[in-house]
């Protein structure tokens, strides 16, 4: 069973970057594929990024190829999303999710494993 825990999140003017972790605790993080994906207020949650147990190239969401790299580091139980040239349509709560063995998926209901979100506001 693994634990996720997300930070970096924070407020941004438009066109800057930040960088958000995903520390996941618990169990043979390695071997866990992770996903984010964001909510923004009044709208549904939507895939952003995923990064497979396996390597291999990870998938992003059209909304954010170009700006957005999700990596991750096994070593510290770690996923990043690092973000750049920010815009006010990316406000939202980012979450990180994990899956046990499971190949990259943009569907939330595959993901058996949740963190709290982190909120991140982009300023126009």
């Known amino acids: 069973q693994v634990q996720l825990v997300e930070s970096g999140g924070g407020l941004v003017q438009a066109g800057g970057s930040l960088r958000l972790s995903c520390a996941a605790s618990?169990?043979?993080?390695?071997?866990?594929?992770a996903g984010w994906f964001r909510q923004a207020p009044g709208k549904e949650r939507e895939f952003v990024a995923a990064i497979s147990w396996v390597g291999g190239s990870p998938v992003y969401a059209d909304s954010v190829k170009g700006r957005f790299t999700t990596s991750r580091d096994n070593a510290k139980n770690t996923v990043y999303l690092q973000m750049n040239s920010l815009n006010p349509e990316d406000t939202a709560i980012y979450y990180c999710?994990?899956?046990?063995?499971?190949?990259?998926?943009?569907?939330?209901?595959?993901?058996?494993?949740w963190g709290q979100g982190t909120q991140v506001t982009v300023s126009s």
């Open positions: 999710a994990a899956r046990r063995l499971g190949d990259t998926k943009s569907d939330g209901t595959v993901y058996g494993y």
């Open positions: 618990g169990g043979t993080f390695s071997r866990y594929t």
